[in-house]
């Protein structure tokens, strides 16, 4: 078999050079870190969710192309991640969610077994090294690598996988150079944004952030376009000094894509989703006069935390008043308010916030094993790509999944390709 070598030493870079090396290929993983695996360690709060029993559905992604998209899902499921799992010994878990964790619960531990296995298969690991330059070079590929310290080298394989990343996270070593590698290859890149993150918040007055600031709340949070709903989540909304977070307003987040999001994004708060508005306002009405208290304070025991309660009192207009006192109109206005609380003037939070990349190498550049089109034997894998997944382990599928056919592919090919004489320099040159 040929040689190939990969670019990046995370999920999908691991994923690549394993399945490549089970399918007898020399391998060679370049990681710029002093240690493969960083990212991938700090995934799922440390406990490396890195599946979901729904990782096959095309909705609980973000792209600009959902039929690329779905082409390449299905040719990940044809890689049978589960099997190869279960092959390299890894026993998983899922929880009520369909989230699939390792048995252990233990991102280390994944990572540290997919190490193992590098080792075991005779994987040259690299690390403190990043890309300088890449060239086509007598039918395949010259690689010239470059330290932290400035030192240099230059490797040749048939194939070479760029598992490279994209921005989301550069406290782990990510600056988008994936991306930015893939447009000087000549590949079409959709513009880049940081996805499932918080979302900041200029319409609520930073004072009033503050006061709420720590709080959590179960309820519904939907995407608006000037008062448009586009979509909405379940789930906890966390209150911060700067807008909103938990994992419902970061899955909204997807949808901020530039070009293709909302002009005017608002988002609208739905702090008793169980109830219908008409239904709440009654309610209400009812609690007025049942409670001992008649402070909009006592209103709120037992229903509410207190600064989430006065900010929504606050937010319908009510007056400092006993509640008793207040006219049926009122309640109307709470429920209204506690139905539909609007925070506009959004925007995400930066690249240390997010969890991974939205936008990236147009799906359509891409064949089925992840080859770049008219680029024989060069692969773009993972979060390099336009595909961010959603919370629940779907990026991990997509990574660890895109990783190993890109790996089975060029160690296929490797084998074919007879190894030609003569150096050929240049950026890779695309046959259209």
């Known amino acids: 078999m040929g040689s190939v070598v990969i670019l990046g030493g995370g999920a999908a870079g691991l994923a690549a050079a394993i399945g490549a090396a089970q399918r007898g290929a020399q391998v060679t993983l370049a990681e710029r870190n002093p240690r493969p695996g960083k990212k991938l360690l700090a995934t799922g709060n440390g406990r490396c969710n890195l599946d979901n029993l729904a990782s096959s559905d095309p909705a609980r992604y973000f792209t600009a192309d959902p039929a690329g998209l779905e082409r390449l899902l299905a040719a990940i499921d044809r890689e049978d991640l589960p099997g190869w799992w279960e092959a390299l010994g890894l026993w998983t878990r899922r929880d009520e969610e369909g989230r699939v964790y390792p048995y252990s619960n233990q991102a280390a531990d994944l990572t540290g077994l997919l190490l193992r296995w590098a080792e075991r298969l005779g994987v040259k690991i690299l690390t403190g090294w990043q890309l300088e330059t890449l060239a086509q070079s007598r039918g395949g590929y010259s690689l010239r690598l470059v330290s932290a310290e400035g030192e240099k080298q230059t490797l040749w394989a048939q194939g070479v996988i760029c598992a490279l990343g994209g921005s989301a996270g550069p406290q782990f070593g990510t600056d988008g150079f994936g991306p930015d590698f893939a447009a ?249």
């Not at 009812?286 to 309660?309: E, I, N, Y």
Request: charged share 20%; hydrophobic share 40%; proline share 8%.
């Open 184 to 432: 000087r290859c000549g590949g079409r890149v959709e513009p880049l944004y940081p996805c499932l993150t918080p979302m900041q918040c200029a319409g609520i007055p930073r004072e009033q952030l503050r006061k709420l600031a720590g709080l959590r709340a179960k309820g519904a949070a939907a995407l608006l376009d000037g008062g448009r709903p586009l979509a909405r989540e379940k789930g906890e909304i966390q209150f911060t000094d700067y807008g909103l977070s938990g994992i419902c307003i970061m899955q909204l987040s997807g949808l901020l894509a530039p070009g293709r999001g909302p002009k005017r994004p608002a988002v609208a708060l739905d702090l008793f989703p169980q109830w219908e508005e008409p239904a709440l306002a009654e309610a209400f009405a009812r609690r007025a006069r049942q409670l001992p208290g008649q402070s909009p304070a006592d209103f709120w025991l037992g229903l509410a935390d207190a600064r989430l309660g006065a900010a929504l009192w606050a937010a319908a207009g009510l007056p400092e008043a006993p509640a008793a006192s207040l006219p049926a109109e009122s309640w109307q206005a709470l429920a209204r308010c506690a139905k539909g609380w609007v925070f506009d003037n959004l925007s995400p939070c930066g690249w240390k916030q997010a969890q991974t990349t939205g936008g990236g190498l147009a799906l359509g550049e891409l064949e089925e094993d992840f080859q770049l089109k008219g680029c024989p034997g060069l692969y773009f894998v993972g979060e390099t790509l336009d595909c961010a997944g959603s919370c629940g382990g779907f990026n991990l599928h997509w990574a660890f999944g895109s990783g190993l056919a890109a790996g089975r592919a060029a160690a296929a090919a490797s084998g074919r390709a007879p190894r030609q004489e003569g150096p050929r320099p240049g950026k890779p040159s695309r046959k259209k």
